[in-house]
């Protein structure tokens, strides 16, 4: 996804290593958006924090399904195919029925 130089989960050292530790999916697998952070894990920090506290806030009321279909929305207005996968994965996975996942998230 990125040009950006990053350190994989393997080479992770010190604060990087625990912040991966934490985020990391099976088989220590980062997301790229997460590992393109690498070099500067305080901004990794950010990126949770605000991710955490606007999509994971207790005083959401809008199902969590629909706000993975607004990354999906905005993702595709950015041109981000990335963000856009990733979010309509986590759309589907929450809304357990394919068919209205893919009726929803535009046929992608």
Known sequence: MTWITTIPFEAATGKLRRLYERIAG???????????H?????????????YKHVLHHSGNTLP?????????WVSG???CDYCET????GMMRLLKDDGRARASGGGL
């Open 77 to 79: 207005l950015n041109g």
């Open 26 to 36: 099976p088989g220590q697998n980062v997301d790229n958006i997460m590992m393109a």
């Open 38 to 50: 690498s070099l500067r894990p305080h901004t990794m920090e950010g990126h949770m924090a605000i």
């Open 86 to 89: 990733h979010h309509f994965a």
């Open 64 to 72: 969590k399904w629909f706000l993975e279909a607004l990354g999906v």
